[in-house]
């Protein structure tokens, strides 16, 4: 590779840089785009709600007892067989690994949602399963999405039976919700 340009080479590179806009032009003025403004309209109600709710997660989830050592124990063994999988590029440890870890997400939650995590969780890791061994493996085999479909229609049964319970009990969806339109109202959407 050779560390001589020639003018030739610093003329193409400098035309680039005009047409892109970045390089200063003929009169010394650069040519950098101007920066916008953000509507700062929303800006405080925006930055209130996602505190606001922050706030009361926070408050909530301090309340809840989650359990992080049963779901990072199966996490761990799920590690195992993911780790072996990726390293030796064995498709059939990819499938115990990927249910594992969804199974750990979902018995982290369970007493927040009466046990639709683990549902909801498993139906994670098998749509894991057809993913990752699409973008990893080349598999086609729609398999997974079965059972994956299955498990969260179930999971939403169960849901539904738990409907009162979950709201009544868990008023976790209000400081999502808060965090969520406060997102939305952040990125300078304004309020009719």
Known sequence: MSLHYSEQDTERVREAERAAGLAPNPSGATMY????????????????????????????????????????VLFTIASCFLFFSFWKRIYGLLIPGC???????????????????????????????????QALFGTRGSWPAIPAVILFAVGILVAATNLPGLFAGGLVWLPLLLIGLGLYLGWGRRIA
């Not at 997400?105 to 994670?124: K, M, Q, R």
């Open 99 to 133: 249910i594992l870890a969804g199974l750990s997400v979902g018995v982290t939650f369970v007493d927040i949602t009466d046990g639709v995590s683990v549902l909801w969780g498993l139906a994670l890791g098998f749509l894991s399963i057809k993913f990752v061994g």
């Open 33 to 72: 785009p101007a920066p916008t403004q953000a509507s700062s309209r929303n800006n405080p109600l925006a930055l209130g709600m996602i505190a606001m709710g922050v706030l009361m997660l926070v408050a909530r989830m301090s309340q809840l007892q989650v359990d992080f050592e049963a779901g990072m």
